[in-house]
């Protein structure tokens, strides 16, 4: 009978000592809310800088030397750039937000090409032929360079790349 009494009772104290919260709980969960908001940052560089295929920073860099080149001159060629924004503007979804506008900074020559190409779809021409694809070596890039820089600048304080 005694055996039947011992048992609870040593259970009871295990679970007792087990359900107390100190100071050290509150310091873990403090750091770890700080290394979640560290890791958001650094997923933002790692899907900017790193991923499947040709990374969003290399395709930024060489969609910008193509726009003001005067490379993008039909929809094959435009075909990239408008993959780009759309994947630049995903990856500002869950950015945090001084990141926000760094990216959005980054995608706005991106942006205004693709509105661009819209409105020349959108006008009205000739039955019989096709709409004249637009100039877009007249959108300026050099804010889109910078922008890369900053961004680069803040992943690298994120801790990015360490």
């Given at each position: 009978?005694?055996?039947?009494l011992?048992?609870p009772a040593?259970?009871?104290?295990?679970l007792?000592?087990c359900?107390?919260t100190?100071?050290?709980?509150?310091?873990?969960s403090?750091?770890?809310?700080?290394?979640?908001?560290?890791?958001?940052?650094?997923?933002?560089?790692?899907?900017?800088?790193?991923?499947?295929?040709?990374p969003?920073?290399?395709?930024a860099?060489?969609?910008?030397?193509a726009?003001?080149g005067?490379?993008v001159?039909?929809a094959a060629t435009?075909t990239?750039?408008?993959?780009l924004?759309?994947?630049?503007?995903?990856?500002?979804?869950?950015?945090?937000?001084?990141?926000v506008?760094l990216?959005?900074?980054?995608?706005?020559?991106?942006?205004?090409?693709v509105a661009?190409?819209?409105?020349?779809?959108?006008?009205e021409?000739p039955?019989d032929?096709?709409?004249?694809?637009?100039?877009l070596?007249?959108?300026?890039?050099?804010?889109?360079?910078?922008?890369?820089?900053e961004?680069?600048?803040?992943?690298?304080?994120?801790?990015?790349?360490?």
């Open positions: 009978m005694t055996r039947r011992i048992l040593v259970l009871l104290i295990g007792a000592g359900s107390s100190t100071s050290d709980d509150d310091a873990t403090a750091e770890t809310t700080t290394a979640t908001e560290q890791t958001v940052e650094q997923e933002t560089c790692a899907g900017f800088y790193e991923g499947t295929g040709t969003l920073a290399e395709r860099t060489n969609a910008r030397a726009l003001s005067g490379e001159v039909d435009y990239e750039i408008n993959a924004e759309q994947r630049i503007t995903e990856l500002g979804r869950d950015a945090p937000e001084e990141m506008t990216l959005e900074e980054v995608n706005a020559p991106f942006t205004e090409a661009t190409v819209n409105e020349s779809r959108t006008a021409v039955e032929e096709e709409p004249a694809f637009p100039d070596t007249q959108i300026d890039v050099t804010a889109s360079e910078t922008a890369q820089g961004l680069e600048t803040v992943c690298a304080d994120a801790g990015y790349g360490d």
